[in-house]
């Protein structure tokens, strides 16, 4: 009789919840399937190793409820968090938001589960243990289907009914099995749809900028415009904003440097053929007068929005371009920049920078915009001659590099070479594309007309 008392408490357990029947029967050596070790050695590999570990586990679509342990589970729901929102991914701040979530049951088992995450694991393993994890997750949905069957059957059902509850069962861990992947058919009939559909790109407004885009920035992709002080990288940007928004596209800018009014003035500057100078003390002719009154009106209209906010994190920044996206329809992100951004560990800059631009990237992904971010160079360019710059050159790269779909940076020969620069090298920048994800790199050449601060086409003047 022990197995018909076994089948008998395994019907009683039918009846509790989920996660107090798997609490119970991990607890008590029912013989749940379970692999703790692989969820804590999951979890103490993120807080080791950070964002790269999270990255990994999610390429097995590992997510917190395919932990048995609550407090794991809960754990690796709260390093998700703190990667998407951009907080740096380390134990101390884990067991903060813990606190708050899911209380310790007593000092004790805080620093017992403190140091039961304190060992040697390799982020080269993390696959591994999210496979482990996610395999022992599908056993105890199978366990679950067989014991739903089990009750059908001791009921008296038909055999019909019980073949259906199973069939239904199976279905389900299957679809929830497959829910991360997209099958070959789905992809490829996708891209047959949407071929020349230009719904998520969103044009620049320079005409040889876009041409090397294909069109213009994509919906989803992260772009780095990258430049020493004083090349332009902020009036670059204000002419994308004032193109974007010209053309009817919403464009959210969050200048952490400038104030929203020296923004202002400068798009007015562009539009109305103003010198900046001539703004800023107020020193206008008659017709300028008229001209900036017109201009004002005109980008008053625009669906722009200027966040001027010092010091914003990347948490700061994701809640309201959210809202941007989501309340208004704005169809591009535009931070200005990267390292003046709050939030960021001086003594670890380039864990800081590498773990905000995947912070950036996902964003990009989830709200299906391109964010443009700029960011500075490294001193190392000016020592070189000429003093072009290359990739090598990002400021606290990180992962720059590889979370960026495009890579710009902005180089004006006049800058340096001074009275020694060519006539028809004056005026010039070279914005170099070092890298496009989807797309050719190379160099687009652009004027700088540094009265009104604004870039124009190489023909302008």
Same mark, same amino acid.
């Given at each position: 009789?022990?197995?018909?008392?076994?089948?008998?408490d395994?019907?009683?357990?039918?009846?509790?919840?989920a996660s107090?029947?798997?609490?119970?029967e991990?607890?008590?050596g029912?013989?749940v399937?379970?692999?703790?070790?692989a969820?804590v050695?999951?979890?103490?590999?993120?807080?080791?190793?950070?964002?790269?570990?999270?990255?990994e586990?999610?390429?097995?679509?590992l997510?917190a409820?395919?932990?048995?342990?609550?407090?794991?589970?809960?754990a690796?729901?709260?390093?998700?968090?703190?990667?998407?929102?951009?907080?740096?991914v380390?134990?101390?701040?884990?067991?903060?938001?813990l606190?708050d979530?899911?209380?310790?049951d007593?000092?004790?088992?805080e620093?017992r589960?403190?140091?039961?995450?304190?060992r040697d694991?390799?982020?080269?393993?993390?696959p591994v243990?999210?496979?482990e994890?996610r395999?022992?997750?599908?056993?105890?949905?199978?366990a679950?289907?067989?014991?739903?069957?089990?009750?059908t059957?001791?009921?008296g059902?038909?055999?019909p009914h019980?073949?259906?509850?199973?069939?239904?069962g199976?279905r389900?861990?299957?679809?929830?099995r497959?829910e991360d992947?997209?099958?070959?058919?789905?992809?490829?009939?996708?891209a047959?749809?949407?071929?020349?559909?230009t719904?998520?790109i969103v044009?620049?407004?320079?005409?040889?900028?876009?041409q090397?885009?294909d069109?213009g920035?994509r919906?989803g992709?992260?772009?780095?415009v990258?430049?020493?002080?004083?090349?332009?990288?902020?009036?670059l940007?204000?002419?994308?904003a004032?193109?974007?928004?010209?053309?009817?596209?919403?464009?959210?800018?969050?200048?952490?440097e400038?104030?929203?009014?020296q923004?202002?003035?400068?798009?007015?500057?562009?539009?109305?053929?103003?010198?900046?100078?001539a703004?800023?003390?107020?020193?206008l002719?008659?017709?300028?007068h008229?001209?900036?009154a017109?201009?004002?009106g005109?980008l008053?209209e625009?669906?722009l929005?200027?966040?001027?906010m010092?010091?914003?994190?990347?948490a700061d920044?994701? &809640?309201?371009? *959210? #809202?941007q996206v989501? @309340?208004?329809?704005?169809?591009c !992100?535009?931070? +200005?920049?990267?390292?003046?951004?709050?939030?960021?560990d001086a003594a670890?800059?380039?864990?800081?920078?590498g773990?905000?631009?995947?912070g950036?990237?996902?964003?990009?992904?989830?709200?299906?915009?391109?964010?443009?971010l700029?960011? &500075?160079?490294? *001193? #190392?360019?000016?020592? @070189?001659k000429?003093?072009?710059p !290359?990739?090598s +050159?990002?400021r606290?790269?990180?992962s720059i590099e590889?979370?960026?779909?495009?890579?710009?940076?902005?180089?004006?020969?006049e800058?340096?070479?001074r009275?020694?620069c060519?006539?028809?090298?004056?005026?010039l920048?070279n914005?170099?594309?070092?890298?496009?994800?989807?797309?050719?790199?190379?160099?687009?050449?652009?004027?700088f007309?540094a009265?009104?601060?604004?870039f124009?086409?190489?023909?302008?003047f």
């Open positions: 009789m022990a197995n018909l008392g076994a089948l008998v395994a019907l009683q357990a039918g009846r509790e919840s107090d029947r798997r609490l119970r991990l607890k008590s029912f013989g399937p379970a692999n703790r070790e969820e050695n999951a979890v103490a590999c993120a807080v080791a190793e950070g964002v790269d570990a999270i990255n586990a999610d390429g097995v679509g997510r409820e395919h932990f048995v342990d609550p407090m794991l589970a809960q690796w729901a709260e390093l998700q968090d703190m990667r998407t929102t951009g907080e740096a380390h134990i101390i701040p884990l067991l903060s938001r606190k979530r899911q209380p310790f007593g000092e004790f088992e620093r589960f403190q140091e039961e995450l304190d694991v390799s982020v080269a393993a993390q243990f999210a496979r994890i395999d022992a997750w599908e056993r105890r949905e199978l679950e289907v067989l014991a739903i069957a089990l009750r059957t001791w009921q059902k038909g055999l019980i073949h259906e509850d199973l069939a239904d199976l389900a861990i299957e679809r929830q497959s992947m997209q099958e070959a058919r789905s992809v490829f009939a996708a047959s749809a949407t071929l020349g559909e719904g998520a044009p620049s407004g320079f005409a040889a900028v876009d090397k885009l069109g920035f919906g992709d992260l772009v780095i990258a430049a020493r002080p004083s090349m332009g990288k902020s009036a940007i204000t002419g994308v004032n193109n974007m928004t010209k053309q009817g596209y919403g464009c959210t800018v969050f200048s952490l400038m104030k929203a009014q923004l202002a003035n400068r798009m007015i500057a562009e539009r109305a053929w103003i010198p900046l100078g703004i800023r003390t107020g020193n002719s008659g017709q300028q008229v001209d900036f017109g201009a004002a005109e008053s625009r669906p929005t200027i966040c001027d010092p010091g914003l994190t990347f920044i994701a &809640q309201r371009a *959210r #809202a989501e @309340r208004y329809g704005h169809r !992100i535009i931070v +200005d920049y990267l390292q003046i951004m709050g939030g960021l670890n800059m380039n864990y800081a920078v773990a905000i631009t995947k950036f990237k996902n964003l990009a992904k989830e709200l299906n915009v391109p964010i443009i700029l960011s &500075q160079l490294s *001193r #190392a360019v000016e020592l @070189r000429p003093p072009i !290359i990739m +050159d990002l606290d790269s990180g590889q979370d960026a779909d495009i890579i710009a940076m902005l180089y004006r020969p800058y340096y070479l009275e020694g060519p006539e028809d090298e004056k005026d920048v914005i170099i594309f070092v890298k496009q994800r989807d797309g050719a790199t190379g160099t687009v050449d652009m004027r007309h009265p009104t601060a604004s124009h086409a190489r023909d302008v």
